[in-house]
C-alpha cells in the first residue's frame, strides 16, 4: 500500500474517531516519520532545468 493512502487513512481515523497521530499510524501501519515528512521538491523540473543549463 502507498505510503500517501496509508497517511490518508491515518488523517481519517484522527478526524473520525478522534484517536492521536501515534495511535492512527500504528492502525494503518505507517511511522511517524513518514507521516509527518514533506519533500521538499515537489517536482524535479528545477533539476533538470539546471543540469540542463550545465550540460
Do not use: F
Amino acid at each position: 500500500m502507498p505510503t500517501q493512502a496509508r497517511k490518508a487513512w491515518a488523517v481519517q481515523l484522527q478526524e473520525n474517531h478522534s484517536v492521536t497521530i501515534a495511535m492512527s499510524c500504528a492502525i494503518v501501519g505507517l511511522s511517524r516519520c513518514a507521516y509527518y515528512y514533506q519533500p521538499k521538491l515537489p517536482d524535479d523540473s528545477v533539476i533538470v532545468s539546471v543540469l540542463s543549463a550545465i550540460y
